[in-house]
């Protein structure tokens, strides 16, 4: 076997051997993705009736409380970082960087100074390597969170905003994640979750139609209400998004995989046929051989003859 030969069939089994383990990949982010896509769909009701009941507490009441009252010169913002520990993923991770890396920006540029706080080895490996300042960061978590993880995370942010930012507080919270939209589509998005936006969610939930909005009655007192509902409306609020990135980080490693598991079969059909054409060329050229081989014999023979 000549030496090009060789060298097309070693790459061919390599390309094989690639192509198994991205098959197997994309196999296993399809079966993930339908899972996370069902705890998206469980949690998403319980954050939207909860964003509610504070609203209603905020709407119904005079009662001045971090959750609901914005700071009269915001100083000091804190931005939460939403990756994944593990790449393989297609722009999932670079995408949900530059739009947190436009956040700051832009909060920055109105004078605020931010914090930033990362879930994700991708997220902390790319503040790390430009030696940016992360207050806080956790991994480990990202493709199977949990309740429990999103009450870790919370907790910080939670002390944080209840603090004066003379003490090290801030006051507001934005969180950077990707929206899952479909198996072919999910976008990096911003969203300030404190203080909450009372008129803005108040008008998505009348969904265009002109209600009446109920009178309560609050006990023991509509602060003791917002203090109980602040720790449960930001973990509900962190939970649904670490679920929607864990949804497209899997989508977007299924469409990955099966990219790569594609290119890899044509590079094999490739690598194949110059793998025939060189035996094609070694079987020509060994024929050649032979018959210029017995050609000579035969002037050989005829010339001893005379």
């Given at each position: 076997m000549g030496a090009q030969l060789r060298v097309y069939k070693r790459r061919i089994r390599s390309v094989t051997a690639t192509k198994?383990?991205?098959?197997?990949?994309?196999?296993?982010?399809a079966s993930r993705v339908v899972k996370a896509q069902r705890k998206v769909a469980a949690s998403t009701p319980y954050a939207t009736e909860?964003?509610?009941?504070?609203?209603?507490?905020?709407?119904?009441?005079?009662?001045?409380?971090?959750l609901t009252t914005e700071a009269e010169t915001a100083t000091r913002t804190a931005v939460l970082l939403?990756?994944?520990?593990?790449?393989?993923?297609?722009?999932?991770?670079?995408?949900?960087?530059?739009?947190?890396?436009?956040?700051t920006a832009r909060l920055e540029a109105e004078g605020k100074e931010v914090d930033t706080y990362v879930v994700g080895r991708r997220g902390l490996a790319h503040y790390n390597f430009r030696?940016?300042?992360v207050v806080e960061s956790w991994s480990g978590f990202t493709d199977e969170?949990?309740?429990?993880?999103?009450?870790?995370?919370?907790?910080?942010?939670?002390?944080?905003?209840?603090?004066?930012?003379?003490?090290g507080g801030v006051d507001e919270l934005h969180i950077v994640y990707t929206e899952f939209i479909s198996m072919m589509t999910q976008t990096a998005i911003d969203s300030r979750l404190l203080p909450l936006s009372l008129e803005e969610v108040a008008e998505e939930s009348k969904s265009g139609k002109d209600e009446i909005l109920p009178l309560f009655d609050f006990e023991p007192s509509a602060e003791d209400v917002l203090d109980a509902l602040l720790p449960r409306y930001v973990e509900s609020r962190i939970y649904n998004a670490m679920l929607?990135?864990?949804?497209?980080?899997?989508?977007a490693t299924r469409r990955a995989m099966k990219s790569a598991t594609d290119n890899a079969g044509d590079l094999i059909n490739s690598l194949s046929r110059l793998a025939n054409a060189a035996r094609q060329a070694e079987i020509t050229q060994e024929i050649s051989e032979i018959v210029g081989g017995t050609a000579a014999l035969a002037d050989a023979t005829a010339g001893s003859d005379k």
């Open positions: 198994k383990i991205t098959k197997a990949m994309e196999m296993i982010a909860l964003t509610r009941a504070v609203t209603a507490v905020g709407t119904g009441s005079n009662t001045k409380h971090p939403l990756t994944s520990d593990r790449g393989l993923a297609g722009a999932f991770n670079s995408n949900a960087i530059k739009a947190a890396e436009q956040l030696e940016r300042k969170p949990t309740y429990a993880d999103a009450k870790k995370v919370a907790a910080p942010l939670i002390e944080a905003i209840e603090k004066e930012t003379a003490e929607q990135s864990a949804a497209s980080k899997h989508a």
